[in-house]
């Protein structure tokens, strides 16, 4: 029998105390508005880290926009010194989970190959390894729909490149959201279970959990399956007002996982 699993929900650090107010068990606070390269901007986010109302158990949104870690435009010495404020930031947190999504990072460009691609993304997910070794947090591939991002847009594809780093610092996610974008298997949970650290939920139109018409009982019931184990956050808008939306969806999540 297991036992509820943790819910969260993303967003800016200053969303931290309405989270806790709704009920949920923490937020997986957003990195790029915390503005890491400026040193100011830097010691700011490590006092807040350190006095939230509730656990910043997992950190997401991770690279700047104008940063790229493949291609010819990547900049490896300015990515490593930003990584290591961030991990810096995770260990005061004592965050589980660091989401690797940003889309914009990755992306294939012109003249590029996949294969090329895949080399310099897992030659970063090495250094972020290296980083992350004895920190206590995961980083988590966050695979993206094609709308979002060229490199990684399965559940699969994710895992296959954790399996292939095969590194304990680094596994892979399923996002809800992206799955269904792609007509994804929900199946695909079960397969790549051992892979996964963490989950990203929503629902119809990219909306709060409960408000439209994904199949939780499917998507819990693998995930019950496999023994999952790990942070459930949401990654989404809301439908209504935000308070109110967030304290729905949570315990829609906790009954819906529950039930399953």
């Given at each position: 029998m297991t036992t509820t699993p943790q819910f969260g929900w993303c967003g800016p650090l200053q969303n931290a105390s309405l989270m806790k107010e709704a009920g949920l068990d923490y937020i997986e606070a957003q990195l790029v508005p915390m503005k890491l390269e400026d040193d100011a901007s830097f010691a700011d986010a490590k006092t807040r880290v350190a006095d939230l109302p509730l656990p910043a158990s997992a950190f997401s949104y991770l690279f700047p926009h104008d940063a790229r870690i493949v291609g010819p435009e990547k900049d490896e010495r300015r990515n490593r010194a930003y990584f290591d404020r961030v991990v810096e930031l995770l260990t005061i947190a004592r965050a589980r989970v660091v989401v690797l999504g940003s889309g914009w990072t990755r992306n294939i460009p012109e003249g590029w190959t996949q294969a090329q691609a895949e080399d310099e993304f897992l030659s970063a997910l090495e250094w972020c390894a290296d980083a992350l070794r004895g920190s206590g947090t995961t980083l988590a591939i966050e695979p993206l729909n094609r709308k979002e991002s060229n490199l990684v847009n399965s559940v699969g594809d994710g895992a296959r490149l954790a399996r292939k780093l095969?590194?304990?610092?680094?596994?892979?996610?399923?996002?809800?959201?992206?799955?269904?974008?792609?007509?994804?298997?929900?199946?695909?949970?079960?397969?790549?279970?051992?892979?996964?650290?963490?989950?990203?939920?929503?629902?119809?139109?990219?909306?709060?959990?409960g408000t439209?018409?994904?199949?939780?009982?499917?998507?819990?019931?693998?995930?019950?399956?496999?023994?999952?184990?790990?942070?459930?956050?949401?990654?989404?808008?809301?439908?209504?007002?935000?308070?109110?939306?967030?304290?729905?969806?949570?315990?829609?999540?906790?009954?819906?996982?529950?039930?399953?």
């Open positions: 095969n590194r304990p610092e680094v596994r892979g996610l399923a996002d809800f959201y992206h799955m269904d974008e792609e007509n994804e298997p929900l199946d695909e949970l079960r397969e790549h279970c051992a892979w996964l650290a963490h989950i990203h939920l929503a629902d119809t139109g990219r909306l709060n959990p439209g018409s994904y199949d939780y009982p499917s998507f819990f019931g693998h995930l019950k399956a496999c023994g999952y184990q790990g942070l459930l956050s949401a990654e989404c808008g809301f439908k209504d007002e935000p308070l109110a939306s967030m304290r729905e969806s949570v315990n829609f999540m906790r009954l819906a996982w529950n039930a399953a």
